[in-house]
């Protein structure tokens, strides 16, 4: 896999296979390590795009009356004919937590999508960041995050 290669990830076409067992097999509970080499489905082609639309409710001036807002989520190798972009996003990791507690930040590596029997699977290639501390920083009242140390986030 091309992407694999641009992204220094030699592990990518195992998580997509892994990622696509799961969505076909959703009650199976066995580690993806224990099932068979002749049960995991493969995708052949995908195809990698530069961004992707977040439309949701904020109600703020910005947003008008009725709340509903749209940004963009870039990344690409090269913004405007200038160095990379890569944009930083919420990821809603637990909605039962409120706020920045069931919220989880990433960096957008690229994204991706491929069919697999005439379903399109959108995807995302992501670096994880971590909170430090329990608690937004005491002089700026903002959450202070640095990426992750872990191999294990995916």
Same mark, same amino acid.
Request: glycine residues 6%; aromatic residues 12%.
């Given at each position: 896999?091309?992407?694999?290669?641009?992204?220094?990830?030699?592990?990518?076409?195992?998580?997509?296979?892994?990622?696509?067992?799961?969505?076909?097999?959703?009650?199976?509970?066995?580690?993806?390590?224990?099932?068979?080499?002749?049960?995991?489905?493969?995708?052949?082609?995908?195809?990698?795009?530069?961004?992707?639309?977040?439309?949701?409710?904020?109600?703020?001036?910005?947003?008008?009356? #009725?709340?509903?807002?749209?940004?963009?989520?870039?990344?690409?190798?090269?913004?405007?004919? #200038?160095?990379?972009?890569?944009?930083?996003?919420?990821?809603?990791?637990?909605?039962?937590?409120?706020?920045?507690?069931?919220?989880?930040?990433?960096?957008?590596?690229?994204?991706?999508?491929?069919?697999?029997?005439?379903?399109?699977?959108?995807?995302?290639?992501?670096?994880?960041?971590?909170?430090?501390?329990?608690?937004?920083?005491?002089?700026?009242?903002?959450?202070?995050?640095?990426?992750?140390?872990?191999?294990?986030?995916?």
């Amino acid at each position: 896999m091309e992407l694999a290669k641009e992204l220094s990830l030699p592990h990518l076409p195992t998580l997509v296979e892994e990622f696509l067992f799961q969505q076909l097999n959703p009650d199976d509970k066995r580690n993806f390590g224990d099932v068979p080499i002749y049960e995991c489905p493969t995708c052949n082609k995908i195809t990698v795009v530069n961004s992707a639309a977040a439309l949701f409710y904020a109600p703020s001036n910005i947003s008008g009356i #009725g709340g509903m807002r749209r940004e963009y989520i870039r990344s690409c190798h090269s913004w405007q004919n #200038g160095p990379p972009r890569y944009d930083c996003a919420f990821m809603n990791t637990d909605p039962g937590l409120n706020g920045m507690l069931g919220l989880d930040i990433v960096r957008v590596l690229t994204f991706f999508s491929f069919v697999f029997h005439d379903k399109q699977y959108p995807c995302a290639v992501v670096q994880w960041f971590d909170c430090v501390g329990d608690e937004p920083d005491a002089d700026t009242g903002m959450w202070i995050v640095h990426l992750t140390s872990t191999r294990d986030r995916h």
